[in-house]
């Protein structure tokens, strides 16, 4: 039931709906037509593909700056996607279709290697992101085990893991977060306050830092309730001995805030967007 000329998309589409919602079949209609989403995945894709091919799978750097002595002691380290034409493209338009693809695992130890490579002769601590997908593979902490072993930097690598309701075997989350820390690398839980947030398994985490969601930060000066729950965050953590990390600080006002309510470190616009070179940088 189809006006599209290629039959196989809709029926691939069809197929893809089916899955998703435990049925035997479903007959194509109009609702479910995402024609236009089926060739941007499909454009993307291949972008990535070529991406690979050519080595244009970038890192890029955003400093974060001690809210105490305003120097950087830290990098988060970003991953880009390079065009032909040199234009940096953002993982927002690639990362989810590099999961449905099964490039994702590529991806990220592409971005691993990299980072680890940069950071072997610089005197800063550098962050990663990686997922619960990622610490589900099987191979994966024997990947980051050769990674340490060629660059020998563990003392200066933290893991950041996104906390949300992915995650479907905290027992898996704990051990992993132990055999890293047995490696000498640090953990920090990304997005911390953002929908869900499992404080019962935080207890049972050895981890060391909480990034503060950018979506409380962002609002932390306007918005009552951000700037309630922001504190708490920074008060329960502290209880902890662990560090607190505020991202998306994009103004002085922002700034200002997050650092009396006695968050350790500050990462956004305001100081420095991603740099594709890391270096020593001072703010007054």
């Given at each position: 039931?189809?006006?599209k ?7 691939d589409i ?23 989403e ?22 890029y750097?955003?400093p ?48 691993l ?17 990686i997922?619960?997908e ?11 085990k ?6 020998n ?11 949300d ?22 953990v920090a839980?990304?997005?911390f ?7 019962e398994?935080?207890l ?15 609002n932390v000066a306007?918005?009552?309730?951000s700037?309630?729950?922001t ?25 200002n ?12 616009y305001?100081f ?13």
């Amino acid at each position: 039931f189809s006006n599209k000329n290629n039959k196989l998309i809709t029926a691939d589409i069809a197929l893809q709906s089916a899955k998703k919602d435990h049925k035997d079949f479903i007959v194509f209609y109009d609702e479910l037509d995402k024609f236009q989403e089926y060739e941007k995945n499909m454009l993307w894709t291949k972008k990535l593909k070529s991406a690979f091919i050519h080595d244009n799978i970038e890192v890029y750097f955003q400093p974060l700056v001690n809210n105490k002595t305003l120097k950087v002691d830290k990098y988060e380290c970003l991953v880009r996607l390079i065009e032909d034409s040199g234009k940096v493209i953002s993982p927002y338009f690639f990362l989810d279709i590099s999961k449905k693809s099964n490039q994702y695992k590529k991806l990220t130890r592409i971005v691993l290697e990299k980072s680890f490579k940069r950071f072997e002769n610089l005197p800063f601590e550098f962050s990663v992101n990686i997922s619960y997908e990622d610490i589900e593979s099987n191979d994966f902490l024997d990947f980051i085990k050769s990674m340490i072993k060629k660059y020998n930097i563990s003392d200066r690598v933290i893991f950041e893991i996104l906390e949300d309701e992915s995650i479907k075997n905290y027992q898996c989350l704990i051990l992993f977060v132990d055999e890293v820390k047995a490696l000498g690398c640090k953990v920090a839980i990304d997005d911390f306050g953002s929908g869900y947030s499992n404080f019962e398994y935080l207890l049972k985490m050895n981890v060391d830092y909480l990034k503060i969601d950018a979506s409380l930060i962002k609002n932390v000066a306007t918005d009552e309730n951000s700037y309630k729950i922001t504190k708490t965050i920074i008060e329960f953590a502290k209880n902890l001995n662990l560090k607190t990390i505020a991202e998306y600080v994009e103004n002085e006002e922002i700034f200002n805030i997050v650092r009396d309510l006695g968050a350790d470190y500050s990462q956004g616009y305001f100081f420095s967007e991603p740099i594709a070179v890391p270096s020593v940088i001072e703010f007054d």
